[in-house]
Each structure stands twice: as structure tokens, then as C-alpha cells.
């Protein structure tokens, strides 16, 4: 049975080590910030230096700030050097930093294009493939690859580029865990719908998200916690036997 704290969090993860990347803000900080309450030491990845190290701080003293673009050369090693030079291993990575771009098709530019599908995409593979030396010595090993509705159907609000990228990722995430099974590594992909974080209400007005809401057989917006929690049980050891999956969470707006 999992040890308490005074607040009732459980202690599941104690001496695990999670990277979780664009912890800034929104589920990102909310998964961070649930697996350190429940235990862990977590490296939050922020692009920003001073917003990494803030959102480090307000995490708590077992938080690395590990700042960077994840797109760009070097950084995903960067990030789990870092991480093994503060906390000496790691078990778990949320694949979560994402550019949800919302142009539409006809004006997609190149250029945006490949942005899009390098911070939602190839970033993640190439974080994965980072920590495999770690979790391959381990023997253990958590990976999960934050995708979205966007990836099993197409986007509410965000872009061709968007949808695009998310479905890769379930990819990836299919093929990742055929092949690191064996280490004891599972693979798993949580697609959140709409949930009320920043983003989501800075890319629709109030009344547009309350409409949508409606429309769901559970009618309003789901919340980040509610995806950290998750989030956390497929990074746990309870779902060891669970690998290769596109969890969805999502009010009911799809079901499949």
C-alpha cells in the first residue's frame, strides 16, 4: 500500500525520475507538479531560461529546471545529461511540449509547416531516444507521448499542421513500444479533448468553448489535473502490462 503524506497524496512515485516537457504552464506543469506531489524528482522543461527556473521553483525542491527548445540540435541530450547529472537515472518521460498552430490549410507556409512537425513530432522521438541508454540499464522505463483528439480524428481548433503531428505521434508511439518492450519500457499516448487550460481559452472566446461543451455527453471542458492524473497512472507501476495505447480523455466528444 502506497504511503501517505499528511495532505493524503500517495507517495507512488518516490525515487522516480520524471522529465516532463513545456511544464510552463497548462497540463504540462499540471503533470509535473502531480508527479512531484506524489514523490518523484522531476526535470521541467520550459524553452525560456527564467520561466524554467520559476516553474521549477514553484514545483518544489525536488524540481530541475532543464530549459530549451526541444527542436532544436542537441537539446533533447541536453536535457537528459542534466537530468542524470542531478538525479542519476530516469524512469519516466512526458513527451508533452507541443506548437498548437491553428492556420489554416491554404496558408500553412512551408516553413510552419516543418516547425510544427519538429516540436510535435520529431522532438519527442529524439527525446525518446535519449533516455533509452538510461532506462535500458534500468531495465524500466515510462514514456508517455502527450497527443490529442486531434490525433485519432482532426482538430477542433488547430491546424492541418497540428492534427498531422499528433496522429504521427500515436505512430511513434505504436512503434516505440513494440520495439522497447522488452527493456521494460512501456510506450502509451494520452489524447486529451478540450480541457481548460491557457492555451485553450486563449484560441477560443468563452462562449465558443461553452458551446462546444454543451455538445459533449459529459458537458463541459475537462480540467488539467484531471489529465495529470492519467497521466500519472500510466507513468506508474500499476500499468506495467499497458503499452502501445492511445488513452482518451474527453468528456465523450469521441468515442472509438
Not at 530549459?67 to 512526458?94: H, K, S, Y
Not at 496522429?167 to 486529451?192: D, F, S, Y
Not at 462562449?207 to 461543451?213: D, G, K
Not at 455538445?215 to 497521466?231: C, H, K, N, Q, S
Request: with cysteine.
Amino acid at each position: 500500500m502506497a504511503v501517505l503524506t499528511p495532505d493524503g497524496a500517495p507517495q507512488d512515485f518516490a525515487g522516480r525520475v520524471a522529465i516532463v516537457t513545456g511544464a510552463a504552464r497548462g497540463l504540462g506543469r499540471a503533470a509535473a507538479a502531480r508527479l512531484h506531489e506524489r514523490g518523484a524528482s522531476v526535470a521541467v522543461n520550459v524553452r525560456d531560461v527564467e520561466r524554467a527556473e520559476r516553474a521549477a521553483r514553484a514545483i518544489g525542491e525536488r524540481a530541475l529546471a532543464v530549459p530549451g527548445d526541444i527542436a532544436a540540435a542537441g537539446v533533447p541530450e541536453a536535457i537528459v545529461r542534466q537530468t542524470l547529472d542531478r538525479f542519476g537515472r530516469i524512469d519516466i518521460l512526458i513527451n508533452n511540449a507541443a506548437l498548437p498552430l491553428t492556420t489554416r490549410f491554404e496558408r500553412i507556409a512551408p516553413e510552419e509547416w516543418r516547425r510544427a512537425l519538429e516540436v510535435n513530432l520529431t522532438a519527442p522521438f529524439l527525446l525518446i531516444q535519449a533516455v533509452l541508454p538510461a532506462m535500458k540499464r534500468q531495465q524500466y522505463g515510462r514514456i508517455v507521448n502527450i497527443s490529442s483528439t486531434a490525433g485519432r480524428s482532426v482538430s477542433t481548433l488547430g491546424g492541418a499542421h497540428y492534427t498531422a503531428s499528433k496522429a504521427g505521434l500515436l505512430g511513434l508511439t505504436r512503434a516505440a513500444a513494440k520495439e522497447l518492450g522488452h527493456h521494460g519500457i512501456t510506450v502509451n499516448a494520452v489524447c486529451p479533448g478540450m480541457i481548460d487550460t491557457e492555451l485553450t481559452r486563449e484560441s477560443a472566446s468563452s462562449e465558443q468553448l461553452e458551446r462546444l461543451a454543451q455538445g459533449y455527453p459529459i458537458p463541459r471542458l475537462g480540467t488539467a489535473l484531471e489529465v495529470a492524473d492519467l497521466i500519472c497512472f500510466i507513468a506508474s507501476e500499476r500499468a506495467g502490462y499497458i503499452t502501445g495505447a492511445s488513452l482518451d480523455i474527453n468528456g465523450g466528444d469521441l468515442m472509438m
